[in-house]
């Protein structure tokens, strides 16, 4: 966006007249007779403007003609008209649009806002809806804060089955319950045990039928629909590989095989899986059956245990950008609010919550909540005005503000900004995201010039690795641009 200046105007300087020769008055006329027959017509204008010509007029006259009164015109109601000349803005003049052309980014889109007076500065296509990959995320937190609050927590319950022996084992969406020992942790630091489920169920049980055993552990996993559990979008790779779980509401430990790495192969069971911990938690020392079922209404509840508050669980996905964590805050979001935890409620529940926060989702899509489908599509200047929120911490998103990476030190910014982009380390706070069509970094930046800007920019089409660095260069450049970023 170019600036405009506002220049005033010079007047020039006035000029004294000669002085004339001759003393009378008609000597003077005599000698400019033009001169004063023009002045004499402008005198009779001027007084004509004000209303205070008297036509036929004459020296003497008894009875003054009426007077000749002008109108002021009635102003048009249509037209704005400003009660102050606009003000002069800056002509900025450093620039990104180099950078924004590398040809690493392939199909480049983009949008700068200047947090403070919220002025859009670059703009890229912005309005244009794309994937913006594990950008989405940051929308999942903010709808989740908005609509089921900081405090809410996961519960897992066990409660007595309808048949004698027999207690069923619910979920409720929390996928950070671990099957390790007490005193060791898992990824999900100061999640809840498996073992203290399984203590408390025993003891429960003991002390409502003492001397009988427990024959019959049913696994009751319908929070949601057990079946709604894998979007048709996603590459089974990402199972297989260790970054998304089948999304069910009895799970433990985010279902990975190793239960202390971020990145570990998930089952195809994951109900099961969390089954055969519970039963291996109990340790009852005889043999028992394992079904999936449903609670029945009205029986005693034996023990529960819960998650950490919202506002723990999104400090853990941020910074690693867990998909299952993320999939399962929108599900239990969903639950919550009373459309099922269905994955096609997704969309309806999200936009919702960051409506509630004063956002427009207008072009926003969601298709899941951890932003592996390239079916989610989101404008780079919606992510931007989210991001500009989230960087003042207003609306209870500090939450969200804490939890992201920064450049060069945390999370996955902790290996890049290097080299020439360096220069940004610990001044660039943002979320990162990659599928196969789509690499995308958003946050915000603390420029040189002090000013904050948040962002959003996306490489899209065949992007590869190198698109990364690309655009750690397109935020460095808004690190040393500041507030003098152009849009040329």
Known sequence: MLATEVLGAAGGAKRKAPKEKGSGFAEIVARHPNAWMFSALGVIFLLLGTGAVFAGAAVGAATPVAAVTSHTPTPDPTRAVPLEPAAAS????????????????????????????GEVLFDRNAGTPAPPASGLKVLVAAAALATIGPGFRMTTRVFEGSDPGSIVLVGGGDP???ALPAGVESFYTGAPKMSDLAAQT??????????????SVILDANYWNPSDK????????EQTNGYQAEVTALMVDGDRANPQKATSPRSTDPIGRAGSAFVAALDLGTPVTVTQGRATPGKPKLA??????????IGQMMPTSDNTLAEMIARVMSKESGDGGTAASLDTVIKGGLVDLGLNPMGVSIRDGSGLSANNTVPPLFLAQLMAKVSTGAQGLGVIKSALPIAGKTGSLAGRFTGDNAVARGHVFAKTGWIDTSRTLSGWVEATDGSVLSFAFYALGPVKIEATDALDTLATGLYNCGNNLSNN
């Open 176 to 178: 950070t319950l671990s």
């Open 202 to 215: 025993k003891a429960a049980w003991e002390t409502n039928h003492p001397g009988e055993p427990i024959t």
């Open 230 to 237: 894998w979007d048709s979008t996603w590459d089974r790779s």
């Open 90 to 117: 800056a002509l900025r003049t450093c620039t990104i649009d180099a950078a924004a052309k590398d040809p690493r980014l392939h199909t480049f889109e983009g949008s700068v806002i200047n947090v403070t007076t």
């Open 304 to 313: 529960e245990v819960s998650s950490q508050p919202i506002s723990t669980l």
